[in-house]
């Protein structure tokens, strides 16, 4: 066949993962799901395409974002959007009462790509849910802790911080202040883009986009620019016509449990914000909002070395861009790295019959990626090896050397079979050179080297790449066949041993296959 | 909102995959990547729809079961058929001389679902390709190393045959025969059916319906047929006619290189069959083609219960249908759970320079869990646990007993931070039994039980669930609080070193987590 004029590229907004991007991206991954897994989830597998009715009327003026399968006969089919209307349809399915379940998977959003700030066509989300009737603020709580067990384990020590917020103290804050309640969610819309514009401008977005009065604005501006802790609930609480609304009643006392049961977990406290700012955009959620932002706030640079977006773009105003509304998507907005909340009426929505109550979080894992490996370059951390081959089997010889291929193929053999992770030239008769050239490409850590004499003698060299000038086993050591495998698992042990002791020392604390009990620090004091 | 009246259930031919299935499909997607990766593999990850134009004239008459994106403006795409011409299309792209990567991903074929015979419109392959010029079948021969690691890993020993034909040698054969050169690849087709049907219909689709005259038919005949191993490579040699066609003899020689290098790997020939009825489906194959087979050859009981497919069931004769066409796809075709070939000229098909010569094998994982899992509730296989939870936290007290909610919480919170995988009941008062029933549905090995007067002493009752009536530990331990996280490690080091051993001695010998090396068995003697 002729070769086709194509033009070779991914489909717009998606990308290739590989290289050192694909292997920092496991080991992110590696860790929330360890992470998951410590809090009891199970994990389902959804397909990547949904019936079109699942998705339609779940996500508002964003519907139009969602990706159409063509109509090649039967069902009409849209790409998922997200993780949770999916999960919700799944619960609603088959009935269930209660589930733990994350959920590691990509979503499809046809909007405007922009790859400098991360915002990708299809992209992974990292979801982890908590389905079921439990008493007030408890799981709700514990998603807390699982946001900061996961930013801790990612080393982002203290770098990050979790706003959280509450749909029905903003609902009563916007009731009280003499918002219609027809308005009340366009109002919110506005409120959450203060992370990104200042009062001034979203308050001209209510009156004159949105028509809402300029005194009721102005009251609205007194309360929604506040953030602290409890003292700010108990200043809440002590405004009388506030603490009369009803919607605000309800929600005061979840965020009075709320900062009562972080108060057992440690450190929990100094990770949150509550932050009247925060708003969200989705229409389901019903009770408590989180939304995770990062000191490295300006999208970092990406994994293509596309230049990073200036830190403070200054926006268009008075323009409604779906740019602006986006807060629903964790791996857009400015710094936000994961976001979630309470949505107690969705799963209701497929099921027609009673609710179940969820509260969830979704990590934006290709945003962590970026913040994580500009950090790492900050830092000069060692980048990690393309593969896990430890060992390269060479083999060298004078004149009339003919390379020895079947006695490297069984020395290979003999690795494979011991599980060691192996790599040989695939040539007949190799270059010395050619084949410490493989081996250093991999950044492969030992070099079995195979020679007539020495296998005559029932030995081979083993020899670990890198070594100084100066170290007495620079050229190797001779090793008999039949202690060929002990060895190098002796030498593979000390490195690995080596090379925790490094990680927990620097910043990526990476749950990598070792049992996370294993690895972690030791117990702490109640 | 009111609450739709939607069907609720996935769009046909694709599943939700949970519960045990996916613990189990987590487990075989773990061993097939730790082989992979022993064999210095990296894995990429790409789009899941490609440019519509990348996927044009590469699968033949099935391209009419590819998935379309409808046009919903911008570039016009399709999902993935399969992860072979992605690989090719991303290795040209890029420019890359070689590569050895590995993909576990899903793919999708618009064809009609057979749920009982694993054929899903959504399915996971996981794909071994070798890209780059090496020397002749060096790595073709590490391909069937890796088949062999992978099922012995998964426990199937002995009970699976690697078929392997080659291209050039079937060409051969035809010409020898006198089939005209534009017929070959329908011939070709024809010959590959040979697994599902007997010479005689074979050969009456041969003459009846693609025009070949009987005489040449019957001379075909005399070879398809025939299996063995280098007995059977002899014979051909042999055989004057066929040694002296140029297409013969560049197989033959292949296929001797095969067998030298094979002997080489040990076990490695016993698990090889040269036969020479594989032909494969798709054109793009130039050498080397393999196929693996199981004994469990019809499929097995799926994972939602239906029926199986009938052993033997008849085929309908003297009707091309598709269906009897998909020899390409390693999940469908009767028993076959992987394969592949050497395809040398599909990356230069879109980079229209230089070739980049290619080896691969796909893994049909639908099929190897459906096989797995029957053979395992035959062999009534201990079930995975559905959660990692290792702990339970309950709380236990008499009259105007409150709950204890926040000591559950600061325990908890201890052992998560020691990494260690817990679960509580998330209500203020939760009842014992309540409690109890929580950690038995998730099958937790142990609970940690709170009581006032332990607390107060700062103690814990420290339980191993299921113990029998008689063991001494049977109404748990009391440990100091300070003591928890240890005790609780050593009691769980205690259990894993059980199970790997039950593990090891049993089927399934998934390698989870923990570094291969330490789990497989010692050294092999050379």
Known sequence: MAPAKIDLKTPKG???????????????????????ERHGAVTIDTPVFELKEILTGKYGEDSKLIYDLADQGGELSSL????????????????????????????????????????????????????????????????IKIIIQIFEALGWNGRYTIKTNHR??????????????????????????????????????????????????????????????KDLLEKLQKDESLAANESMKQGMTDMGLLFEYLDCYKGALDAVSFDLSLARGLDYYTGIIYEVVTEGSAPSA??????????????????????DDRSDDPTVGVGSVAAGGRYDNLVGMFSGKGQIPCVGISFGVDRIYSITQARMAA????????????????????????????????????????????????KVKPKLQAQFKAADTNKVPFAVILGEEELAAGQVKLKQMGLGENHPEKEGVLVAITDLVGEIRRRLDQMHRLEQMTQSASGLRVVDGVRAHKSCTGPTAM
Chains 1, 2 share one sequence.
């Open 14 to 36: 998606t990308r290739d993962w590989d290289g050192q991007a694909i292997v920092l991206r496991e080991k992110i991954f590696n860790t929330i799901k360890t992470v998951f």
């Open 379 to 426: 830092e000069k951390a060692a980048e990690p090896r393309p593969n896990k081959t430890d060992v390269f089997v060479m083999a060298f010889g004078g004149k009339g050397f003919d390379g020895m291929l079947k006695d490297r193929m069984k020395i290979c053999d003999q690795l494979w079979e011991a599980g060691i992770s192996t790599e040989m030239l695939h």
């Open 302 to 323: 990406p994994a293509d070395g596309a230049a990073p977006a200036a830190k403070s773009k200054p926006k268009k105003k008075g323009k409604s861009s779906e740019d």
């Open 80 to 143: 998922r959007y997200d993780l949770t209307v999916p999960f919700a349809r799944y619960v609603a399915q088959n009935g269930l009462q209660q589930i733990r379940r994350y959920h590691i998977a990509k979503v499809y959003r046809r909007d405007q790509p922009a790859v400098a700030k991360g915002r990708m066509r299809e992209f992974y989300q990292c979801d982890f849910d908590i389905a079921g009737t439990y008493d007030a603020m408890i799981p709700d709580s514990e998603i």
């Open 168 to 229: 029905k103290i903003l609902d009563g804050i916007f009731q009280v202040c003499g918002v219609p309640e027809d308005k009340i969610r366009s109002i919110s819309s506005a409120v959450d883009k203060l992370d990104k514009m200042p009062w001034a401008d979203v308050k001209k977005e209510m009156v004159s986009e949105k028509g809402l009065p300029e005194e009721v604005a102005d009251r609205i501006g007194e309360w929604v620019v506040l953030k602290g802790g």
